[in-house]
């Protein structure tokens, strides 16, 4: 069974730095592509950032320079890196598995989010 359990999210100030973690397990994690996507209140899933298994990157223009995907595939684990957070930010955070190595297919497998908050 397919298992996404993400982790660190928290209230933080404009500004300021998060390390979200995403633990991965029931299936060979370093073998597909993972995604961070992200819900604002009121608003609909919004992509964020992408890695391939072979370790690749790419980010949405609203979080590029700011943040940093990663993965340790040797842990199961995926992160995303947030530096700078702003205001609009505010979102519960999933991780998402997709459906082939490159993230040319996503699928329906995702944690239960974790909530990040972006007040002074």
């Known amino acids: 069974e397919v298992q996404l359990v993400e982790s660190g999210g928290g209230l933080v100030q404009p500004g300021g730095s998060l390390r979200l973690s995403c633990a991965a397990s029931?299936?060979?994690?370093?073998?597909?592509?993972m995604r961070w996507v992200r819900q604002a209140p009121g608003k609909g899933l919004e992509w964020v950032s992408s890695i391939r298994a072979g370790g690749s990157p790419s980010y949405a223009d609203s979080v590029k320079g700011r943040f940093t995907i990663s993965r340790d595939n040797a842990k199961n684990t995926l992160y995303l890196q947030m530096d700078s957070l702003k205001t609009e930010d505010t979102a519960v955070y999933y991780c998402?598995?997709?459906?082939?190595?490159?993230?040319?297919?996503?699928?329906?497998?995702r944690g239960q989010g974790t909530q990040v908050t972006v007040s002074s």
């Open positions: 998402r598995r997709c459906s082939d190595p490159n993230c040319y297919i996503s699928s329906n497998y």
């Open positions: 029931g299936f060979i994690f370093s073998s597909y592509g």
